[in-house]
């Protein structure tokens, strides 16, 4: 059996931006994961906001998610038979709760996608798709703001955009995130970092804030 | 935790249904489809059963539920009172028409209904009615088959027809009257060899006797499931005595058993259309979730639960069922109407013709099953969708890899075989579902052959043509085949041979130890054990026919396991036989005496010739018994009958032609018998046309719906396919891009969709065939004159079409793939 993560112990503040830093197979993606409620670890246990996770049904773990957990993925993952608003508000609407639409629109023009409402994810740029993701994620005000190398995918140009927008969201929202990356300068724009290597926590710092 | 996302979900399954009509298309084809096979089976069953009870009502002519012979005045006033009666008629048999030798051994009646037994039980019972019951006095209404027999073959309002009618059956008081014709209609009594022609009341009035000896009330209960229960109470009830006639009619006697085989192998055919149907369903559905597993994915990381998810894909289903499932049934509404009267009429399940059900049980049955099949198909497909794994789900590509391990070097047909079972369980549904659909046709054409027209007909009928004598059971035989008509068969035109079986009348010698149990079983027979017969009525009564028969011919009609009877002493006149297939009735005789009888011309007073005595000899067929008498029927030579009557009557002429000329030996038959309704003739070639008729009917419909299953095989085929190739796009083009050439990706492809041509051909060459040939042998219990036949034609032709499309489909689809160019193709993502 591979250990993918093994003896990490983690707590993260309310509004923290926090940066998980390792090479490729160091289990920063499998601590994400858990983070997340998408994969639950052997031993031990997750707690967020007083929420343990560990022994939930994969429906409560999926509403845990949808309340709780707010997701930026490398490949922005948005659906593509819904239109870029659709997208944004889709866990609200699962929820079945009302949209908070002062809230949305704010999201919406703070990372700039006012005039893109009603475009579909196929007519938008790389870094367009990811920032309909990262408003998506806040959509919910979620606890945690989980992001798995949130600009793999982008030129660096557009990896500076997003990462300002997510440090903007860091303040202006007083968002908790915790953003994964195995790129060191990209790790500096958070509050703290966590090296993490063959599963284990080696070395914890502050970025340059 | 209940949520109000409804609109959420429903915005999912519009937009996923809009992203995907190459497979909605495949969906709806499959649940039209199923509806279509389920409408049609359904709709042949409840047709047949309508057909069957419609035939059985128009054969005992009423609609009634039960008869209460001779009523007196005040049971008639209380059979209106009773709760459970809902309506009553009466009608009476008011005169017998004389018999004419035109009218063979029919009988014909002049008969009288009320208002509510004509209106309410009769007229539904008969069909093509024109004109109007009789009201005047002189007015009459009849049947068409009455007025065939009269003579009138185009009958006309109004015309005049004069008739000598015995009143109450009295013949000694022959009365003469011409009555006009107010009505006609078509009635299937007739087969039962009596038919009545409908007079007005104020010609029944005037015959207060008739109305005495046969007046009858027809009665109709309120519930039809409930009949003998009423029957009984209304014994009870009316108080009738043992010697009041009162019987349940014979169409609620019969119930529906008889039909619970066919019904049952309905029922199977149409389990095996809702498996296909999952099969096709389910297929599509698990393929479109596997390809869209990220989706899934994606959805469930975003927080859309298992419930959720499994609503999505179900939704989906359910609103391609609300097309799928409307054209569905229009169309098997449609093939209802156009070939199911051809299917009933042509197997013969009728003889008064095809009734269409237009049940909406049929359809609403339908529209429930195939809606069943659809949400069976899409339950696993759901469960995957809701079972994603996210984080799985965002590695997936969509490409399982390979079983095989041994290195495939690059050669299109090993790499083609790897990649048919990549996925081992989609490639076992798609040659599952093409392996039944060929095994179903193979087995339905298989059937057809073999029941062979010529092989049926010769189990049938072992001469060219047979004529009867019809009449030759009345007061009055017409003795039609005289001598003048005998020279006329001897001059047909390719006759080979004839032979004449005569029969005449005979009085038996009885003693109950010969015949005591035979004749007890007949008593039993002809009147139901309700008379009681002493030792000397049967002994009075033993009589019987005389049948004679050249030895030669007998030889033919017995089958080899019959016991040996020595032929020549039959001929000799040494040995008489008698005729039945029961020979355990008959232990004990030994010696047979015959006195013949012969009947006066006007079918009275029958003189007795001088008694014989004749050694028994055995057994003879049963097809030469001759039925309705108390006596067993007597077989001896031709000779021998000749002996003892002066002219013996000829009761039927078998005769058989030259290969080629049945045609006009058939005409001129035809024309020999004329109008003559005393013959009946049978005939090879016309039982030919008829059953060629039912055999295309069985291809047309049976081959039809096994095509229909191969169909959905192929649909299934042409969808894996075409998700395969789609999916594996990428991989397409890395080959490309790392050097094979187009030509050996297209042959790669090729060489799969042969794979499952090839696979599908062995599988249906073994399996199939054998399956084929079990369901032929089990047919062959019921159908024993069939002999296999194997459809090579038809089969081959399928095996073609299914060839064609499998080497056609995967190039269509790589075209279409593969018009961008490989450096679009390769950046191209998703």
Redesign the interface.
């Known amino acids: 059996m591979v250990r993918a993560l093994d003896g990490v112990n983690l707590t993260v503040e309310t509004g923290e931006f926090v940066a998980v830093v390792g090479q490729s197979g160091s289990g920063k993606s499998t601590l994400l994961?858990m983070l997340?409620g998408?994969?639950q670890p052997t031993s031990g246990y997750v707690v967020v906001e007083g929420h343990e996770l560990n022994g939930m049904s994969?429906?409560q773990l999926?509403?845990f998610?949808?309340?709780n957990i707010g997701?930026v993925?490398q490949n922005y993952?948005l659906?593509?038979?819904?239109n870029v608003y659709?997208n944004i508000v889709?866990?609200i609407?699962?929820?079945?709760n009302t949209i908070d639409t002062d809230f949305v629109s704010e999201i919406v023009n703070t990372l700039g996608l006012d005039g893109k409402r009603g475009n579909f994810p196929n007519e938008l740029s790389g870094g367009q798709q990811q920032r309909v993701a990262i408003a998506?994620a806040l959509a919910t005000k979620p606890s945690i703001l989980l992001a798995d190398e949130p600009t793999g995918n982008l030129d660096s140009k557009t990896s500076q955009d997003v990462l300002g927008v997510l440090k903007l969201t860091s303040t202006q929202f007083h968002q908790t995130i915790i953003m994964i990356t195995h790129n060191e300068q990209i790790a500096q724009l958070a509050d703290r970092i966590i090296h993490i290597e063959d599963g284990k926590m080696i070395r914890e710092g502050c970025g340059r804030r | 935790?209940?949520?109000?996302?409804t609109?959420?979900i429903h915005?999912?399954i519009r937009?996923?249904l809009?992203?995907n009509r190459k497979r909605n298309f495949f969906l709806v084809a499959a649940i039209a489809l199923t509806t279509l096979l389920l409408g049609s089976i359904f709709s042949i069953g409840f047709s047949i059963l309508d057909s069957v009870k419609m035939e059985q009502l128009r054969l005992s002519g009423t609609t009634a539920h039960a008869a209460v012979g001779r009523p007196t005045a005040s049971q008639l006033e209380q059979l209106k009172q009773l709760p459970y009666v809902k309506s009553v008629g009466t009608g009476y048999q008011v005169a017998d028409i004389r018999n004419t030798p035109e009218m063979g051994g029919a009988y014909l009646f002049l008969h009288f209904f009320d208002k509510t037994d004509w209106e309410q039980f009769r007229a539904p019972a008969n069909t093509d009615i024109m004109g109007d019951y009789p009201q005047a006095e002189d007015e009459i209404m009849a049947s068409r088959g009455a007025l065939d027999l009269l003579g009138i073959h185009e009958p006309v309002v109004g015309m005049e027809i004069p008739l000598s009618y015995c009143p109450g059956g009295e013949e000694n008081d022959l009365q003469n009257k011409t009555f006009r014709l107010s009505g006609w209609f078509t009635s299937y009594s007739l087969m039962t060899q009596t038919d009545s022609l409908l007079v007005s009341e104020a010609f029944a009035e005037k015959f207060e006797a008739s109305r005495e000896k046969y007046l009858a009330a027809d009665i109709l209960f309120v519930e039809e499931k409930q009949v003998s229960e009423y029957f009984e109470r209304l014994k009870l009830d009316l108080d009738i005595p043992a010697d009041q006639a009162a019987a349940v009619s014979q169409s609620n006697e019969r119930g529906e058993e008889a039909q619970v085989p066919m019904l049952l192998a309905l029922g199977a055919v149409a389990v095996f259309f809702i498996l296909t149907g999952y099969l096709l369903i389910y297929n599509v559905l698990y393929i479109s979730v596997s390809r869209d597993v990220r989706?899934y994915g994606?959805?469930?990381?975003?927080?859309?639960?298992?419930?959720?998810l499994k609503r999505l894909v179900v939704g989906q289903i359910l609103r391609l069922c609300m097309i799928g499932i409307p054209i569905g049934a229009s169309a098997a509404f449609l093939f209802s109407v156009i070939a199911i009267p051809a299917a009933i009429g042509a197997w013969k399940f009728v003889s008064t013709g095809a009734v269409l059900s237009f049940s909406p049980i049929i359809y609403f049955g339908a529209a429930a099953f195939a809606l069943c099949t659809s949400l069976l198909g899409a339950f696993l497909p759901a469960k995957k969708a809701a079972?994603v794994s996210?984080?799985e789900a965002?590695k997936f590509t969509g490409i399982s890899r390979p079983h095989l391990h041994r290195p495939a070097h690059g050669k299109p047909y090993k790499m083609a075989l790897r990649n048919i079972f990549r996925n081992r369980k989609r490639a076992a549904v798609v040659l599952l579902s093409l392996f039944l659909g060929i095994t179903a046709f193979t087995a339905v054409t298989t059937l057809a052959y073999s029941m062979g027209v010529d092989q049926y007909i010769d189990s049938l009928y072992q001469n060219d043509f047979v004529l009867y004598d019809q009449s030759l059971f009345s007061d009055q035989p017409a003795q039609p085949f005289d001598d003048s008509f005998m020279e006329q068969i001897a001059a047909l035109p390719g006759l080979e041979s004839c032979h004449t079986l005569l029969q005449e009348y005979m009085q038996l010698g009885y003693s109950p130890e010969e015949f005591g149990e035979y004749a007890e079983s007949r008593l039993e027979k002809l009147y139901e054990g309700k008379e009681a017969f002493t030792e000397e009525d049967i002994r009075k009564s033993f009589i019987g026919f005389l049948v004679g028969i050249d030895g030669m011919e007998l030889t033919e009609l017995q089958s080899a396991a019959d016991q040996k009877i020595d032929i020549s002493a039959f001929d000799r006149g040494e040995i008489a036989l008698i005729a039945t297939d029961n020979p355990a009735y008959f232990p004990r005789v030994s010696q047979l005496h015959v006195t013949p009888m012969e009947l006066s011309t006007d079918g009275e007073n029958p003189s007795h010739g001088t008694e014989v005595q004749i050694p028994f000899g055995g057994f003879a067929p049963q097809s030469l018994e001759s039925d309705g008498s108390l006596a067993p029927t007597i077989v001896v030579s031709k000779s021998f009958l000749s002996s003892l009557y002066h002219s013996p009557a000829i009761r039927e002429i078998r005769i058989d032609v030259a290969d080629g000329y049945e045609k006009q030996a058939l005409e001129a038959l035809k024309q020999i018998s004329g109008n003559n309704s005393a013959i009946r003739r049978v005939s090879k070639i016309e039982a030919v046309s008829v059953m060629s008729g039912a055999r295309t009917v069985m291809l047309v419909l049976g081959g039809g719906a096994a095509l229909l299953l191969a169909f959905v095989g192929i649909l299934n085929f042409i969808n894996v396919m075409s998700m395969d190739i789609t999916v594996r796009k990428m991989e397409l083009a890395i080959l490309e891009s790392i050097g094979m050439e187009k030509r050996k990706v297209r042959r790669m492809l090729l060489f799969e969709g042969l794979g499952y041509a090839v696979m599908t051909l062995l599988l249906s060459a073994t399996l199939g065939n054998g399956a084929v040939y079990g369901i032929f042998t089990l047919f062959k219990l019921q159908v024993d004159y069939a002999t296999f036949t194997y459809p090579i034609l038809p089969v081959g032709l399928v095996f073609l079409m299914i060839f064609t499309v499998c080497l056609i489909v995967p190039e269509i689809i790589y075209r279409s793939i593969a018009k961008a160019t490989l450096i679009e193709r390769l950046r191209e993502k998703?």
């Open positions: 994961h997340g998408l994969d994969d429906e999926t509403i998610r949808r309340r997701f993925f993952n659906v593509p038979i819904l659709e889709l866990p609407e699962l929820d079945g998506r | 935790m209940k949520n109000n996302n609109a959420v915005r999912l937009r996923n809009k992203a989706f994606l959805l469930k990381t975003l927080g859309t639960t298992p419930k959720q079972e996210p984080v965002q998703e």
